[in-house]
T-cell receptor
């Protein structure tokens, strides 16, 4: 089955700096790549996703890039703010969110 | 707004007990999921269901079973709880289309002593 590796496991940045979280996947048939954010004590929520026919997608301060050849995708957060502090999970699936495989998570801490 | 409700926020059970974790969603979603969340391991899929009385094994089904008698309710069952099943359990539901977001419940923190 699919295997998703996520790095780093922890990331600390100064407020205003950029943060990058990287994921690799194993199954070249995967074509849907969402990112979920989980604030402390809360449920995970989708923040952005990308399909395999797209190389990059942006939504205000967050962006996701996908390299199908290398089988990796990344989350980019610019101008980080304290409220960006959370655990971020990448995920991959073949054709449907019904069978998402998640990465191990990245604890992002934005330092004031 | 979609609401996914897990019956218990915290649960403490003894080894060998039969444990039921209940999940209810209010949006008539066909697909429902049970995930287990452990530090450093992310979210791992235990079981999912795409229709009433239908179930599919996820990545870590051993030691668990599920029940879906009604569309809105998906139950996770630990037939004989063990200490290695101490974890955070998250229920989720999904509506079409296929790239819609998962809607998670608040989670049940289960401790098996």
């Amino acid at each position: 089955g699919e295997n998703v590796e996520q790095h780093p496991s922890t990331l600390s940045v100064q407020e205003g700096d950029s943060a990058v979280i990287k994921c690799t996947y194993s199954d070249s048939a995967s074509n849907y790549f969402p990112w979920y954010k989980q604030e402390l004590g809360k449920r995970p929520q989708l923040i952005i996703d990308i399909r395999s026919n797209v190389g990059e997608k942006k939504d205000q301060r967050i962006a996701v890039t996908l390299n199908k050849t290398a089988k990796h995708f990344s989350l980019h957060i610019t101008e980080t703010q304290p409220e960006d502090s959370a655990v971020y999970f990448c995920a991959a699936s073949i054709g449907s969110a019904r069978q998402l495989t998640f990465g191990s998570g990245t604890q992002l801490t934005v330092l004031p | 707004d979609v609401k996914v409700t897990q019956s218990s926020r915290y649960l403490v059970k003894r080894t060998g007990e039969k444990v039921f974790l209940e999940c209810v969603q209010d949006m008539d979603h066909e697909n429902m999921f049970w995930y287990r969340q452990d530090p450093g391991l992310g979210l791992r899929l235990i079981y999912f269901s795409y229709d009433v009385k239908m179930k599919e094994k996820g990545d870590i089904p051993e030691g668990y079973s599920v029940s879906r008698e009604k569309k809105e309710r998906f139950s996770l069952i630990l037939e004989s709880a063990s200490t290695n099943q101490t974890s955070m359990y998250l229920c989720a539901s999904l509506a079409p289309p296929w790239n819609s977001p998962l809607h998670f419940g608040n989670g049940t923190r289960l401790t098996v002593t």
